[in-house]
């Protein structure tokens, strides 16, 4: 375990709905992330929160909507999203920005129908 | 931006053998290169990682190179075994927080 967990791990949801996804660390980190990952294709940065501010939106449309309430909690809300969103979504945690070790959690597996 | 070029996409070894993956950046100013396995079911984790100060680095059976002036690292397995069968991330940072990852190596070992 690499002290960074999500919830849920999978999750189907039709274009209309609405759901969040949940990530947690229990790092002490104070810098969390959220990634998306798609077969066969890089590792794409989405959002960047460092002590709860925002400090990276990497053109990320506006039906992904990330909150960020305390440096433990980061959730990725979503709404009418397209398939071609449908991929693993990553959390990450760093103890700052200026350290680049990243731990990760096991991801959301999202298929959107 | 940073451009990371990882190959081969896919890397079929025998039990015991040594397995290479490579990496190439483009951008001059990238001072960190991280490697990171992803078993299945799992998240990426960082390996082993390498600064642009220091040209090899090994940890037990992995060891990463770095050629600065090629722009290219590499990172390497020996005497691998079943359960170092994962994918293979690398990845460059110019500054901090910012990783631009390769597209991933899938590695398998055959018993």
């Known amino acids: 375990e690499t002290g960074v967990t999500q919830t849920p791990r999978h999750l189907v949801m039709g274009m209309t709905n609405k759901k969040s996804l949940k990530c947690e660390q229990h790092?002490?980190?104070?810098?969390m992330y959220w990634y998306k990952q798609s077969a066969k294709k890089p590792l794409e940065l989405m959002f960047v929160y460092s002590l709860e501010e925002r400090v990276e939106n990497n053109s990320v449309p506006s039906r992904f909507s990330p909150e960020c309430p305390n440096s433990s909690h980061l959730f990725l809300h979503l709404h009418t999203l397209q398939p071609e969103d449908s991929a693993l979504y990553l959390c990450a945690s760093s103890f700052g920005l200026a350290d680049n070790e990243q731990f990760f959690g096991p991801g959301t597996r999202l298929t959107v129908l | 931006g940073e451009n990371v070029e990882q190959h081969p996409s896919t890397l079929s070894v025998q039990e015991g053998d040594s397995a290479v993956i490579k990496c190439t950046y483009s951008?001059?100013?990238?001072?960190?290169f991280p490697w990171y396995k992803q078993e299945l079911g799992k998240g990426p984790q960082l390996i082993i990682d390498?600064?642009?100060?220091?040209g090899e680095k090994k940890d037990q059976r992995i060891a990463v190179t770095l050629n600065k002036t090629a722009k290219h690292f590499s990172l390497h397995i020996t005497e691998t075994q079943p359960e170092d069968s994962a994918v293979y991330f690398c990845a460059a940072s110019i500054s901090d927080y910012k990783l631009s990852f390769g597209a991933g190596t899938t590695v398998t070992v055959r018993a």
């Open positions: 951008d001059s100013a990238s001072n960190y």
């Open positions: 790092l002490g980190h104070n810098a």
């Open positions: 390498i600064r642009s100060n220091v």
